[in-house]
């Protein structure tokens, strides 16, 4: 097991990285003074495959527990479900030291640190991702959030988990189709700030399509350091240095958005999101297309999409001026100069924007 | 025209305190690069009676405003009404840069910074208050929130404002009802923190019901001070000084909650509540009974009632549980040991509380 400390003075807290260490996770609960209820929110899916050896684990602790299932699906980030899951939590909490934990993919995760960061003004929560998406990125850093029918993540806060507690073995039973989806978020890794990241999934996609339980170590542990450092840094994203985690996720939501969060999940979109700002890096002379290739190229591999199907540019175009990275008029997108280096540029004309999106429009 | 300060650091911001000052409030916003698009938040009376002046003072600023009319009751400080503002917010929200004016009372100021601190991960808000009780206790501080069914603010976040503006002008319009109610809490500041204040109110209270001018600037910018000092020292209640300011407010809540925050308003429910806390205090033999006479005088002499009518003991009891001061199974409770003198107690026993409450009940 390897942990890896985030590091933000009074609300620093260690990622554990693993496989097979849910039997640490009471001890570390006691040790971290966390509370004695955990209300534990999650999916019917996790819940049926893992929930026993949760509960069993924190009953061995002495924690008492309740489930609270949410849908699995992008709808269930919704301040309506935000409101339901906190009248079931305030049920729930009989005046002992209540706190939740997050027992599930990003949908989970988003939920529930927003859930618990309203909760009488914000109380403790864990975060234990199942999914690889939510191990490598979602449920680190305490961007939490539901979303708006007007675009994603519009209402939320700024709270961080008082443990990330990731272990591999959760992702043993991920469909294919989960897995690429967070493939999506690791390629975005290598691209942003990890070269030799990159390479590792280029050379060794198969066995990572396989779930090759080293592999999968090796990626977790590996984009929880980046996303740890730079969190550690720029925890608000105010300072710019966090805003590189968004590359490809400006037009990936706005994809999203449009598509209704039906036809892609997150690092579908994400995918297509890279390759079009891949494109914009190309069009504004940053980049060559030999960075293009080789991005659309690790893509492919994985399998991820590199088109998108019956969704008008229109829409997409319209989706993307919600995003909560636009500074007044100015949009303000992550390119790139090259595989591990990031440019934020500004004011990119729109006819650039649409052209790259344009590409990835199927029959284009 | 006074300004205090609330210290802290990247998180600091001034309360101005005057008569007739409404004038330099574009220059304010402008100075603060608080937003060119200003989300009023109001009820409809203060709507029908500033709307105009504050609409004018924004423009002459070229800041664009939209005003947000909420029911002027407790009602509105829900989780939907949050939700459904929010939605207002967002269509209002153009991709220029929206900043949240809170114009009005309590209720309008919690439910505005709660919507400020969620939206897009938190945006900027200014506290306007029109009421005594908002400019004196709720507006400064940061404590948003809104409630749940089962207890007052169990949903809600410390977010700061970034300037409150207290104009004593706003107060002529108040009944005396709404007068006496901030009153309440003017009374606190006195007994808790200022006897010089707390003498103030028992030698000028006929002046002050008559909305004296120059009085009531006294009191707002004294309370301020004391709060904005306060909150300097101990922003998320975590060292125990904050806490001083929920004297009479545990049994307060109680009272309201159990009312269904409706025979009662805040101050009244807050009077009743700090008899009974001054009453636990002697019981405790924490002081004498002159300075509970005294406190029962000077909440006499205001005109704010000292029994509570047709709500049950039980009721009360019931919903003090719910208190977020609780911690774990021990009550939490802020007593007294002279006028100016505060003691946080714990553990103490339901005899005691119920006894202290029965006495508050009609017919006791």
Known sequence: ????????????????????????????????????????????????KFGKLLENNLKTSGISCRFRI?????????????????????????????????????????????????????????????????????????????????????????????????????????????LRSGLAEVIKYGIIKDRELFSFIEKNHKGILKKKQAFLEFIVFRCSKIKADIVSKDEKEEKGLRTILNFGHTLGHAIETAAKFESYNHGEAVAIGMLAASDMSVSLGLTDKMTFFCIEKAISKIGLPAKIDKIKLKSIISAHYSDKKFIGKHNRFVLISGIGKTKIVENIPLKIIKEAVGKRISGS
């Open 1 to 48: 097991m390897k942990s890896i400390k985030v590091s933000l003075k009074k609300r620093s807290y260690n990622i554990l990285v693993g496989c097979g260490i849910a039997g640490i996770l009471g001890r570390q609960i006691r040790d971290l003074k966390l509370g004695t209820d955990a209300f534990i929110i999650t999916n019917s899916l996790v819940k049926n």
């Open 70 to 178: 949410i849908p699995d699906t992008e709808k269930s980030k919704s301040v309506e479900t935000a409101s339901a899951v906190i009248r079931d939590l305030a049920a729930f909490d009989k005046g002992r030291k209540v706190f939740i934990i997050a027992f599930g993919g990003g949908v989970v995760g988003d939920l529930s640190g927003f859930v618990a960061s309203i909760y009488k003004r914000g109380i403790p929560y864990i975060q234990i991702p199942t999914t690889l998406l939510a191990q490598v990125d979602s449920a680190i850093g305490g961007k939490t959030a539901v979303d708006l029918s007007t675009g994603k993540n519009l209402v939320g806060a700024f709270y961080q988990p008082r443990l990330v507690f990731s272990d591999v073995k959760f992702l043993k039973t991920l469909s294919t189709r989960q």
